[in-house]
């Protein structure tokens, strides 16, 4: 098991409910796993745990046998090894294409650098757009780029926040394609949060379906759509 | 344990100064307070007794009437301006705003200048048309003149801030009320006033605070309020006890204010501005009510800015060529010199406050964002004698030390200019901080969680994203700041070193012998540099809401 989630508990300081407890959650090396879930359900803010960007309460994490944190320790996002893509993207708008790529490359020097980025450029299908800045940038091309920035580092682990939300339809099933073959590609562990059910049944080798900060059900996508047809069929109507 | 980790996770260092900036920013106001219950003597009970009641009175008629006026004023002209279009709008919406540039006092000398027995209107009269006037009609130095002074100078205040929340906030509601057939003036009393009153509330303690804050226009016009009155304590008898005492009744009065106007702005915020409001469109004026919106409009500005304005140009002409010589060019790197390091200084804690609040969460950072802030509210008068009280102190235990090592005893620090921007960083943080935090709420944190996830360290990332991204911010800020001590009077009065002047002080000093026409020049500058910074920000202003 690539990330190990244990008793989890998260309580956001201006709001009244916890918003989790006692969490146990698992996912494994390599594959790309699905949180699927209607909106406020948590999904968002257990990526953003594991990031290291919010500090749970109580629990611990563990990412390739390492602790992440638990009462003792807390991990800094930035030693994480962990990539993660938002919802907008997030992508600097004071530097360019190239300088967003290139931002997480610390600890190469210039050649290294250059080399990476243009590679990663290559592997989103950019190559052409080094030079623009995000505002010269369509949506999906924002989205490429977002991606090739998260993957940039060499993350062990690299999470998606709803990548696909800002995009309009026929684009999303472009991109859905192109990231899935990118990552089976690369095989790299992912997480993938998305409320969309055709999102998950296409893109996962393994659903989370996750409903007011608790896990309802997991396991091959076919199994927990068909097991929860009912409860989906109304949650989506 | 958990609270351990958690302070852990929260960036030691920046945690650390930000404790320790709050608490140096807090220092002045805490001694006073202490102060204020030590034992008293003979000269504060002297005080208390006879005159203390007079101060009071006086201090309250001053806030009291200007307030009232500036109310009036401002939201009239803020409804007009954002409800109407009359020939020269755009020129009347910023210009309107002038007067912010011409500091009450620069303004209380041009008009005794103005209106004197050898000011302009005395000798026309006397000369051309061989009227001889009763001097009563045109002795503004009482306090219904300070009172006109303070309204002129500082209506802008209220103008500005129920300006934009007209423009920005309510066109809902006002097109409602249109539609409704409402005439403008019931619209303007049933509609705009109500929803309208956080925002004049705000606007109308920023007045407040001037009023309590000045010292320039009551020392000239000779009204003894309770800046005066530490100054006379201070200066006049040096006696640093009944000061802190005075200071510290004053600043009471001011804490009373602020509370009662969180009580009367209620839960409302005026400036939830969300930029996707639609705007309030100005209605074409027709016929008489366009030339009574004209003429209201040309007499305001004539009289907060183009009246005075002009004097001084005259002045500035008779005396330029004595006035401008290497002295003068002294003065002009002093304030530089003084403004420059000031908000450098200001812009940098600001920037390490504002980023470590934002970025905890937590009730710590709220609560140095709220101290930051709370300079900005207390009189400049009452923080001088706050840093004079700290530096004396210090200064004993200096004092002790260079005994000790055998060295000459001086006082180094309470006669240096370090003081005197260490004063300037506790009254003007909050302009710094409040452009610095509002850069930082438009941008948000998501760039800078993205950066983390990416390797970079809160620091690293601060350098390489955060302060990138909000560089308007910071030279919106850096700007206030700048031109507020520029324009400083009554702190730099009590807490510049022997001999060394700014702008601010030499103007008041030429003004204060009777030698108004030789203040004209550095008023000048002063009010030259405070309208382009206006100019500048209004601008940016403008444009930004896409
Ligand atoms: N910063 C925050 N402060 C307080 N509550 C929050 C915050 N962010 C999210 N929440 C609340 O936490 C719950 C889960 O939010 P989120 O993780 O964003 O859900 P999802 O991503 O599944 O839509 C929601 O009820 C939301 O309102
Ligand atoms: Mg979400």
Redesign the interface.
């Known amino acids: 098991m690539f990330v190990q989630i244990k008793d989890l508990a998260f309580h956001y300081?201006n709001s009244r409910n916890p918003l989790f407890e006692n969490l146990s959650l698992n996912f494994n090396q390599g594959e790309v796993s699905v949180i699927l879930g209607e909106s406020g359900s948590g999904k968002s803010t257990l990526l953003?745990l594991i990031?290291?960007?919010e500090?749970p309460?109580?629990g611990s994490i563990l990412i390739d046998q390492a602790v992440m944190?638990d009462?003792?320790?807390?991990v800094?996002?930035?030693?994480?090894?962990?990539?993660?893509v938002?919802q907008?993207y997030?992508l600097?708008?004071?530097m360019t294409v190239e300088k967003n790529i290139k931002?997480?490359l610390?600890k190469m020097n210039r050649k290294q650098k250059q080399a990476r980025m243009e590679e990663l450029l290559a592997i989103v299908g950019m190559e052409d757009y080094a030079s623009r800045y995000p505002y010269e940038l369509s949506g999906g091309q924002q989205q490429r780029v977002a991606l090739a920035?998260?993957m940039a580092?060499n993350p062990s682990l690299i999470m998606f926040d709803e990548p696909f939300s800002n995009l309009d339809s026929k684009l999303q099933l472009q991109i859905r394609d192109e990231l899935q073959e990118i990552l089976k590609r690369t095989g790299i562990t992912s997480i993938f949060v998305t409320h969309d059910e055709e999102d998950a049944r296409a893109i996962g080798d393994r659903i989370i379906l996750m409903n007011n900060g608790k896990i309802q059900d997991e396991g091959r996508p076919e199994m927990v759509l068909k097991r929860n047809k009912e409860q989906l069929s109304l949650a989506y109507v | 344990?958990?609270f351990i980790?958690?302070m852990?996770?929260q960036f030691n260092s920046w945690a650390l100064l930000s404790v320790i900036f709050s608490t140096l920013i807090l220092l002045p106001a805490l001694l006073i307070m202490v102060q204020l219950f030590a034992e008293s003597n003979e000269n504060w009970e002297h005080i208390k007794e006879f005159m203390l009641k007079n101060y009071i009175v006086n201090s309250v008629t001053l806030v009291g009437f200007t307030g009232l006026f500036t109310v009036l004023i401002g939201v009239s002209a803020a409804w007009l301006v954002s409800a109407y279009k009359v020939p020269m709008h755009r020129f009347f919406k910023w210009g309107l705003i002038l007067p912010l540039a011409i500091p009450p006092y620069i303004g209380a000398y041009t008009y005794h200048g103005i209106l004197n027995y050898t000011g302009v209107i005395q000798t026309s009269l006397r000369n051309q048309f061989g009227i001889k006037v009763d001097q009563k009609f045109f002795d503004i130095m009482n306090i219904p003149g300070a009172v006109f002074i303070f309204t002129m100078f500082l209506y802008p205040y209220v103008y500005i801030i129920t300006k934009s929340f007209l423009e920005n906030q309510s066109s809902s509601l006002i097109e409602n009320a249109r539609l409704l057939g409402k005439g403008s003036f019931m619209t303007f009393i049933q509609v705009v006033l109500p929803v309208s009153r956080a925002a004049i509330v705000g606007g109308v303690s920023l007045v407040i605070l001037e009023v309590f804050n000045d010292y320039g226009v009551v020392k000239y016009f000779g009204i003894q309020t309770f800046s005066t009155a530490i100054f006379q304590a201070w200066f006049g008898m040096g006696d640093i006890y009944s000061a802190i005492k005075l200071a510290g009744t004053l600043m009471f009065i001011v804490v009373l204010i602020l509370i009662l106007e969180k009580v009367i702005r209620g839960r409302k915020q005026y400036s939830y501005s969300t930029s996707k409001v639609r705007p309030l469109q100005p209605k074409e004026l027709k016929g008489w009510k366009k030339f009574a919106v004209l003429s209201f409009f040309i007499s305001l500005f004539a009289l907060a800015f183009g009246i005075p304005f002009i004097q001084l140009i005259h002045w500035v002409y008779m005396t330029y060529d004595v006035i401008l010589n290497t002295a003068f060019v002294d003065l002009i790197w002093n304030s530089v010199f003084v403004a420059s390091i000031g908000s450098v200084l200001i812009i940098i804690v600001a920037l390490i406050i504002a980023n470590f609040s934002r970025l905890s969460?937590?009730w710590m950072g709220k609560l140095f964002s709220k101290i930051t802030v709370l300079g900005y509210s207390i009189p400049g008068a009452v923080i001088a004698i706050g840093v004079l009280t700290l530096f004396l102190s210090l200064d004993e235990k200096v004092f002790t030390l260079y005994e000790w090592l055998g060295l000459e005893p001086t006082l180094v620090l309470s006669l240096s200019i370090s003081m005197l921007i260490f004063a300037y960083v506790v009254r003007f943080l909050a302009v710094g901080f409040n452009s610095i935090e509002s850069g930082f709420d438009k941008v948000g944190t998501?760039?800078t969680?993205?950066?983390?996830?990416?390797?970079?360290?809160v620091t690293k990332t601060f350098f390489?994203?955060d302060i990138?991204?909000i560089k308007g911010a910071i030279a919106g800020g850096f700007i206030l700041v700048f031109v507020d001590i520029l324009k400083e009077l009554p702190l730099t009065l009590i807490l510049q070193p022997f001999n060394f002047y700014t702008l601010a002080t030499k103007t008041f000093q030429y003004a204060s012998d009777e030698r108004i026409h030789e203040a004209s020049v550095s008023s000048m500058v002063i009010i030259c540099i405070s309208a382009l910074s206006i100019f500048f920000l209004h601008r940016v202003l403008e444009k930004e809401p896409k």
């Open positions: 300081k953003r990031a290291g960007l500090v309460s109580r944190n009462t003792f320790r807390f800094q996002p930035e030693k994480r090894g962990v990539g993660l938002f907008d997030a600097f708008p004071h931002f997480g610390t920035r998260a580092p | 344990m958990y980790r958690k852990r996770s969460k937590g998501v760039f969680e993205a950066s983390r996830t990416l390797g970079m360290s390489k994203v990138k991204m």
